[in-house]
């Protein structure tokens, strides 16, 4: 699973800081819902306590994030994880991964944010 994160998801021109997210104009309309996880805010405690609470759940439990500021919510459960963006007019989840890949997702975004603070 390769995306192209940036620090301008949206190709704005003279932005005047950084926005953590993921290139809109690669995202296939299957993933459309990943736009959402742009912030200006994230930082790599946040990402790695998201990735703690999600390898945490035991059993039926679940984790719930909002991106903040954002329409993208994630849940997450032991066995995988579920984007839902509050202007999709779906009723199940706009994308439902494995939990490996959500924890290899964000792992990769991790770095990322890391590598561009």
């Given at each position: 699973m390769e995306y192209k994160f940036t620090?301008?998801?949206?190709?704005?021109?003279?932005m005047s800081g950084k926005m953590f997210g993921i290139d809109v104009a690669?995202?296939?309309?299957?993933?459309?819902?990943?736009?959402?996880i742009g912030w200006d805010e994230w930082t790599v405690e946040e990402i790695q306590m998201i990735i703690d609470k999600s390898k945490a759940l035991q059993g039926d439990q679940m984790y719930g994030y909002q991106v903040a500021g954002s329409d993208l919510m994630i849940y997450i459960y032991t066995d995988e994880a579920q984007f839902f963006s509050t202007r999709s007019?779906?009723?199940?989840?706009?994308?439902?991964w494995i939990f490996d890949k959500f924890i290899d997702f964000m792992e990769q975004f991790k770095a990322f944010v890391r590598e561009n603070s």
């Open positions: 620090t301008n998801p949206y190709g704005q021109i003279n690669t995202l296939s309309q299957e993933d459309w819902a990943l736009e959402g007019e779906k009723e199940e989840a706009d994308i439902s």
